[in-house]
């Protein structure tokens, strides 16, 4: 019906039944180390040699947990992986065939790792059975590491992202070529040491479908399954903080039979994990807040992970992985693979490390033994009158901006303006044009914001260069060009384009005459600032080049450059607090 057909969730696919055959394509197309089992959705080791008198590792589930469990097949941790269909456990004959596959190629017994799920457990189970009539010696291992439920239910913790890790410590011990007796027993020890517990921002949808489960905008969920089921309880948004810390106390609340052991000075490898459609930018920020809570409450991280582990389709959400390392633990955590999903980590311990670089001193190349008082009372006097003229202009600059921006050119620019006159109120401006032009830089670049504050600190900063070794008008000559020159080759405008930097060429072009020896300076000065007028009113003809604008027809640019006139204001108020000299 039309309404079944709104209510299924966008996906980028080939078809529905077919997305997970393509997936395991997919990744092995990509994968030069995987291989699929013919007529299975089996991912298996490429270099089988290495799997010969070793115990081979096979894992797997329900798709849609992606990179798991295939993304984990390589040296050094799964020997392969079996699919099922999304969030349905995988058939019995699929685990069977890569059982027999791996036994065939030499393997020294097979392991298989399954999350505690009734499917998985009752299909791997009597594969299981099926290959040991065969005479293959296969054990199992059931991983449940949810810390949702305080009192579990008859079928005990879920598997959840900890799985991840005991894959892991299983490959690492597999390819040290301990026996199967003795991975099983170090794994079930370290199973016991992980807890995980979710949170979920919004469902997912199973392709074809549409949500697995409705939130509210403002509704988040703790400790849901990955398959979209129920999680312990709802609540209001909080903040990324607030949210780690009721998982954390959740995950580690001494009545809970499924909390995490954790005490002051503990050890500790923490996963991060991304539930599929949770933003980097989040993610990173959840991982800041769970490293400062644990790292609160005494608890040395010697490892962390962030990223997507195991994932549940595009669910918005984020799980908290904690596992008690041991030092045999973190070795066999750090030893190498070749699975393509697994991160690259340091083996530096988390908790200890310097995390802030002191930011070098800044450096001059002039010194004010003595401010030229005269100096001083000139740039003041300037500087006061550029202010004034500017913050005259706020309306009229944000009524050109309405045109071709956001109407906030004037509100820019007299937040520049009072920033200067606050700089000005709060210390001696400088005597020196070059440290002048370096201060107001910075001043503009901190406080005025947006492009043109970071323009002007261009312009200012290129400018400066010549005036550290030049003095005299010619000085102020090649101070403008340079600071032309910086604006074209990182602002990507010119000439003629509809910007500020149409008067300042025009400008530019008079101030050559300051060049020789004898030039009129108010002349001169006042030459110029005509000039930088009729150019910043002439940018009513001209189709923008740069900047906003350029993404606006020109049939609706009918008046004048807010930036330009911005631009043409600054150089008068130049020339007229000179003039009061």
Known sequence: TIQHIMEVSKKLLNSVPGCVDDALEGLVCCS???????????ILRADFEGVKGKVALLSGGGSGHEPAHAGYVGRGMLTGAIAGPV????????????????AQAGAEGVLLIVKNYT????????????????????????????????????????????TVLIHKIAGALAEEGKSLKEILHIVESAAIRIGTLGVSLSPCSVPGAGPTFKLAPDELELGLGIHGEAGVRRGKMMSSD????VMMDHMTDPSSQSRVELSPGDTVILVVNNLGGLSCLELQIVASSAVHCLEGRGVQIQRAMVGSFMTALEMSGVSLT??????????????????????????????????????????????????????????????GRVCLALLALEEELNDLDRAAGDGDCGSTHARAAHAIQNWMNSQQVPSHPAKLLMALSQVL????????????????????????????????????????????????????????????CATSGVLQSLRTPGCDL?????????????????????????????????????????????????LKGIMEGLEKK
């Open 242 to 245: 607030e949210v780690v810390k």
């Open 445 to 504: 670049l901190e406080k005025m914001g947006g492009t043109s504050g970071a323009l002007y600190s261009l312009f200012l900063t290129a400018a400066a260069r010549p005036l550290q070794s030049m003095s005299g008008p010619q000085a102020w000559a090649s101070a403008m060009d340079d600071g032309i020159e910086a604006m074209k080759r990182f602002g990507g405008a010119e000439p003629g384009d509809r910007t500020m930097l149409d008067p300042l």
């Open 322 to 383: 904690i596992m008690k390392c041991t030092p045999e633990l973190l070795l066999l955590f750090d030893s190498e693979t070749s699975a393509p999903a697994w991160p690259r980590i340091s083996r530096f311990p988390v908790t200890g490390q310097t995390r802030i670089f002191q930011c070098a001193p800044e450096s001059t190349t002039y010194e004010e033994s003595k401010p030229d008082t005269m100096s001083v009372q000139v740039y003041s006097r300037v500087l």
């Open 522 to 570: 108010m002349q001169t000065l006042s030459l110029a600032v005509q000039r930088a007028t009729e150019a910043a009113d002439s940018t009513r003809h001209m189709t923008a080049g740069a900047g906003r604008a350029s993404y606006i027809g020109s049939s609706s640019l009918n008046r004048p450059d807010p930036g330009a006139v911005a631009v043409a204001a600054v």
């Open 32 to 42: 030069p180390g995987l291989r699929m089992l013919q007529g299975h959705r089996v």
């Open 87 to 102: 969030f349905t456990s995988p058939p019995v004959g699929s685990i069977v065939a890569a059982i027999r596959t791996v």
């Open 119 to 162: 499917g998985d457990r009752l299909n791997f189970g009597l594969a299981l059975e099926r290959a040991r009539g065969e005479g293959t010696k296969v054990e199992m291992v059931v991983i449940g590491d949810d810390c949702a439920f305080s009192l579990p239910k008859k079928a005990g913790r879920r598997g959840l992202c900890g």
